[in-house]
């Protein structure tokens, strides 16, 4: 199954970097927890449920002309997996650039994202946060 969610993430992430919102969310729980550990201030950092996840990515797509997610490496770990990421953003308007690495953990139950949790600072950080 590990390796599913494998592909499961690397499906959402190609999703994301479309800005195609309906296919990151494809594999998501109706009830799935996120949390951006490094969101700005004026995005939620939590949010509970597709309806509210949907709502942060499409401020996301209005504050950022350019946003890409290039995922380095994927990592199976069981029932979750971690992803070394690479962002890559310009702000809309103002032009600012993005340009951070940082790790991402998708938690699945029954072949279903059910949590994750974006903007660890390191892979080590999310392997810890995992019990690793």
Not at 24 to 40: G, I, R, T, Y
Not at 46 to 67: C, D, K, M, P, Y
């Amino acid at each position: 199954m590990s390796e599913q969610n494998v592909e499961t993430v690397r499906l959402s992430n190609e999703a994301f970097n479309r800005r195609d919102i309906e296919g990151v969310m494809a594999d998501f729980d109706p009830d799935v927890e996120w949390e951006d550990l490094s969101s700005p201030l004026d995005v939620p950092s939590r949010a509970r449920g597709t309806r509210a996840i949907r709502e942060v990515l499409a401020r996301w797509n209005q504050s950022f002309e350019e946003l890409t997610a290039d995922v380095e490496e994927f990592i199976d770990a069981g029932d979750a997996v971690v992803c070394v990421t690479h962002w890559h953003a310009r702000g809309t308007g103002s032009g600012v650039p993005v340009d951070q690495t940082s790790a991402e953990v998708y938690e699945f139950e029954d072949g279903q994202i059910v949590r994750a949790t974006l903007g660890y600072p390191s892979r080590a950080d999310a392997l810890q946060a995992l019990g690793g």
